[in-house]
């Protein structure tokens, strides 16, 4: 690359003699500013040797300046880059052109740069720039990958179009794609990267550029030999590098790969594991990588391992809050013991567990912020250790202001109302951690990027600034259902509203596109098939009045549900009978306060509902009373326990656990009737058609059924918890029972449980409990009456009184990313139901196992798909029951 070049006219006829004032030979294109200084000292030198008649003590006039090889700019805009100007006075060579020469390399505009002397006449001299301009970027092409997957490479390494092609770019670009693949384990990946002159229409200076990608063959760990292992077995070692692993053929989850990032945050845990066996100064010597081949390596680690410690005497320094004896306790490390360096660093602080129980959080929960936590080795003797642990505990602290930012639709105070943290407050780390977990179950905002900063720490006024940083979410769903159940296919169409205003309903100026803000839930639903069309609305304000923590809910709904006739004639309409109708109608209006004791996850809750039951036509196995009617006035009462760690869509540890029971009035032990002469009138009317007074079973079921007298109690239980990685494991138990306070009454046709299947079809038609089990048809695990076998499809059976199921879901996340949260997971289930207790066994029971996925969209909800294969046959059948394909759309969570 030549730097600059000089050319002096000696004669009046123009004849030019060439002198080169830089070296014969062209550099290559290399910008570094050494290499132009040592250049611009062997043009110096050549000048000298050459004895060039420019006289270096003369500053000589720039008479004219001339450019050439110019296209995208014009010639005053590079002499403007210059900062050379006619009439200007230079030495020649001189320190001057030696600048202008580096501004216009340091441009990165250019690509080969040559400056020209072309006359000289007295002290005056002429001047022509010849450039060559750096190539812009026409397009990019990826070969050995899909042009789609190459996007963000485009837009990693700027390679958009217009782009100054440098060899900057050209490299940088190729470095990063190959550590790219590299960290995922490709250490053989090859990035070549050609490009080719284009011309376009105004003959502009561009080029095309073709990236080649060779990811070749993800690079296996074939051994790992840990040379000088001596103390410890190897296996213990091994298992201790949790991403770097040996290729075996039974390895499914953690796969032999080599990242080196990985790698070298196993080598720590190597070390880690040593330090928690008592081997303080155990360390790695040496490792090396063996390359086997272009498919595996083999690393090999050189150990010492030291000797084993044992921990002497603890003493505490600095404590004035908390005694000798409390803090012994909290660290729960004591003399004699093995030397745990590993576990003595997580009781004194552990960053990476906020609700650890150390020392640290000890302090930072009582108020004491800017306290410092320190053990130091104070004596070495033998093989034991002994320790001080130095406290600073500082002053305490309050917070001074709290404040939210990131909320454009949710309004300030349904935030603040969940804030454990108020300016005034004495600090606790404890409550900063509760109010990211609130506000993350709240489902307003993106759990993963909920995150306190603190500003403004000042440790002799005792005083912190508080700004939470909330991602807001979308709070409203469409919710799109379908799938096949009851008989046929059930599709459902509603709209939730998440974060919804009431006050602001008759307000025009609120509606963006509906009020929102005041974390009210709003939701209409209808859901219709063959059999049955059912419409519902409910509305839901979690803080009613304003003031306190108290829930307040109501809902009505209607239903319509046509009688199954069992004709399977080829048309669907065969098999139903539109003149024959059952109808549902009624509602609902509940409290629910939060408690705070045991802790502030409790809440009690209560709720009044009643229902009216229109038989019309309507006779079935349970509905003897085909013309009459029921009331249903009950009053439910729950108490659940709710703290779920990482949002509602993936929560990544905690648990939700209630209790319900729904009662009725026991209008049996004051109406006056007599249930024990009904239940003897009815067994004679079953036997011969009517009773001895003349009354036939519909009649007599509809006496005992008018109102409606039962009592009914659930359990739910739900625990996550966090395996290796992002692993999450969730373990559930349900139980129900449907019981009578009067058995001559005995338990009535509606509220009952209908397990099996993926849960749709969960209409409620008559208080019914539609229980997933994925592996078997819907509600098709239910006691079979009369001996009869039914199929899948039929309707005649009349669900159970009482149930119980298990499930285990082992979780892995995919994505996060707001717009679709992707997990996939495998599961084991196993429930029963049964129609009393005589029957009831826990341990016999429908097994079934199976894999699926979940995406999350805010607009639609929780998207799935089950693959599920029932181990046990359906009651009245024979057999496994195989697999089933259970499809969600808009299930919630």
């Known amino acids: 690359m030549t730097l600059f070049t000089i050319i002096r006219k000696e004669n009046e006829d123009l004849e030019r003699q060439v002198n080169k004032l830089n070296s014969a030979s062209t550099f290559s294109k290399v910008t570094s500013k050494w290499m132009i200084f040592l250049a611009l000292l062997s043009f110096t030198f050549a000048q000298a040797q050459r004895q060039l008649p420019l006289d270096p003590e003369v500053k000589y006039e720039i008479a004219d300046i001339k450019v050439s090889g110019v296209s995208t700019y014009n010639e005053n805009t590079v002499i403007a880059f210059t900062g050379l100007r006619v009439g200007e006075r230079i030495f020649l060579p001189g320190q001057k052109i030696t600048d202008v020469i580096k501004k216009l390399w340091g441009l990165e505009l250019f690509s080969d740069i040559n400056l020209y002397v072309t006359a000289v006449n007295g002290d005056k001299v002429d001047l022509q720039l010849d450039i060559k301009e750096v190539p812009e970027l026409n397009e990019v092409r990826f070969k050995g990958i899909k042009q789609k997957k190459g996007a963000n490479f485009i837009k ?334 059930v599709g459902t169409l509603g709209l939730s509203f998440n974060n919804f205003s009431i006050q602001n309903i008759f307000n025009k100026d609120a509606y963006k596109p509906l009020p929102m803000g005041d974390g009210q839930k709003f939701s209409l639903r209808a859901q219709a098939s063959q059999f049955f069309q059912t419409y519902s609305a409910s509305l839901t304000d979690p803080w009613f009045g304003g003031k306190q923590p108290v829930q307040f809910s109501t809902s009505f709904s209607h239903t319509i549900q046509y009688l199954f006739t069992g004709v399977n004639s080829g048309n669907a309409s065969d098999r139903v009978d539109r003149d024959r109708k059952f109808l549902i109608t009624g509602g609902s209006v509940g409290l629910s306060k939060r408690l705070l004791w045991p802790d502030r996850n409790f809440s009690l809750s209560h709720a009044i509902s009643f229902q009216h039951f229109d038989l019309q036509n309507y006779n079935t196995g349970l509905f003897t009373f085909g013309d009459g009617s029921s009331e249903n006035l009950a009053y439910t009462v729950g108490l659940s326990r709710r703290e779920v760690f990482g949002g509602l869509i993936f929560p990544t540890g905690g648990s939700d656990i209630s209790v319900t029971a729904k009662l009725t009035l026991p209008y049996s032990a004051w109406n006056g009737v007599d249930y024990k002469g009904l239940a003897v009138e009815r067994d004679e009317a079953l036997a011969d058609g009517v009773s001895s007074t003349g009354k036939t079973v519909g009649e007599i079921d509809q006496e005992r059924f008018n109102w409606l007298e039962y009592y009914k109690v659930k359990f739910d239980g739900k625990w996550y918890t966090p395996l290796v990685g992002k692993f999450v494991l969730q373990t559930g138990i349900e139980f129900g029972w449907l019981g009578a306070y009067n058995q001559d009454r005995g338990v009535p046709p509606f509220e009952r449980f209908f397990l099996g299947g993926d849960g749709l079809g969960g209409f409620s038609l008559d208080g019914r409990e539609i229980v997933r089990l994925r592996g078997y048809p819907n509600q098709a695990v239910t006691p079979i009456d009369r001996g009869t076998a039914l199929s899948s499809t039929d309707q005649a059976n009349d669900g159970a009184t009482i149930y119980n199921k298990f499930s285990l879901e082992l979780r892995y996340p995919i994505s996060f990313n707001p717009q679709a949260t992707i ?68 299930q919630q969570f």
């Open 156 to 489: 990693d390494n700027g390679l958009n179009k217009g782009a100054k092609v440098t060899e900057n770019l050209e490299t940088t670009a190729k470095n990063y794609i190959e550590n790219t693949y590299k960290k995922k384990g490709y250490l053989n990946s090859k990035v070549f990267i050609n490009t080719v002159p284009t011309v376009d229409s105004i003959g502009a200076n561009k080029v095309n550029m073709t990236v080649n990608i060779d990811k070749g063959e993800r690079v296996k760990i074939a051994d790992i030999n840990i040379i000088g292992r001596e103390k410890l077995k190897e296996g213990t070692l091994l298992g201790s590098m949790k991403s770097t692993k040996e290729k075996k053929i039974w390895r499914v989850w953690k796969r032999s790969k080599f990242i080196k990032a990985d790698y070298e945050e196993d080598k720590v845990s190597l070390i880690n594991k040593y330090k928690e066996k008592g081997y303080r100064d155990a360390r790695i010597v040496s490792d090396t990588i063996i390359k086997n081949n272009e498919k595996s390596i083999t690393i090999e680690m050189n150990v010492e391992e030291g000797n084993r410690y044992y921990i002497g005497d603890i003493d505490f320094i600095g404590n004035s809050v908390y005694t000798d004896e409390q803090l012994s306790r909290q660290l729960g490390l004591f003399k004699g013991d093995v030397y745990n360096g590993v576990l003595l660093k997580e009781r004194i602080q552990d960053d990476t567990d906020p609700d650890s129980d150390n020392i640290a959080n000890l302090y930072q929960n009582s108020g004491y912020l800017f306290s410092n936590i320190n053990a130091v080795e104070t004596s070495v003797q033998n093989d034991t250790i002994d320790f001080e642990v130095r406290i600073s505990e500082g002053k305490l602290a309050y917070f001074n202001k709290v404040t939210v930012k990131g909320n454009d639709k949710t309004k300030d105070k349904v935030i603040y109302r969940e804030l454990l943290t108020k300016p005034g407050q004495r600090y606790s780390k404890a409550a900063v951690v509760g109010t990211i977990r609130e506000l993350g179950q709240l489902g307003f905002f993106d759990a993963q990027q909920l995150t306190p900063n603190f500003d403004n720490f000042d440790a002799v006024g005792g005083t912190v600034d508080l700004e939470y940083n909330v991602v807001e979410q979308g709070a409203s769903q469409i919710e799109l259902q379908g799938g096949f159940g009851g008989g046929g296919f």
């Open 823 to 890: 997990y996939a997971l495998t599961f084991a289930e196993a429930g029963s139901s049964y129609d009393n207790f005589r029957d009831y066994n826990p341990f016999q029971l429908n097994r079934s196992a199976g894999a699926g996925i979940r995406i999350f969209m805010p607009a639609f909800g929780l998207l799935g798909l089950d693959f599920g294969y029932g181990f046990d046959p359906i009651p009245g059948t024979v057999g496994a029951n195989g697999w089933e394909t259970h499809f969600i759309i808009g």
